[in-house]
Nanobody
């Protein structure tokens, strides 16, 4: 599976961005998908995950109520709508997927995109 993220950029605090992740290569609709992020000098951290049906979602406490993960299986795409952005949201955001149930553990995911930079200025 190949994953390609897009939609990152520079935004002021309080602003919004929507990240997209286009998947190709296998049956996208069968897989759990997730977003992780990594800030400079910090470890990669879980952001949000969604199961194959889109009915089961889970978020990190740091983004709950501000970020929304969704998917369109017809378009082989998963999204991350980010609202009320804060400077601490600045990071490279990675899309990832796995053949299985949702999990917050990065090492359980099988496919990773190249990442897209999100920078939030204060």
């Amino acid at each position: 599976v190949q994953l390609v993220e897009s939609g990152g950029g520079l935004v002021q605090a309080g602003g919004s961005l929507r990240l997209s992740c286009a998947a190709s290569g296998r049956t996208f609709g069968d897989y759990a998908m997730a977003w992780f992020r990594q800030a400079p000098g910090k470890e990669r951290e879980f952001v949000a995950t969604i199961d194959w049906s889109g009915e089961h979602l889970y978020y990190a406490d740091s983004v709950k109520g501000r970020f929304t993960i969704s998917r369109d299986n017809a378009k082989n795409t998963v999204y991350l709508q980010m609202n009320s952005l804060k400077p601490e949201d600045t990071a490279v955001y990675y899309c990832t997927g796995r053949d299985g149930v949702i999990t917050t553990l990065g090492d359980r995911y099988e496919w990773w995109g190249q990442g897209t930079q999100v920078t939030v200025s204060s």
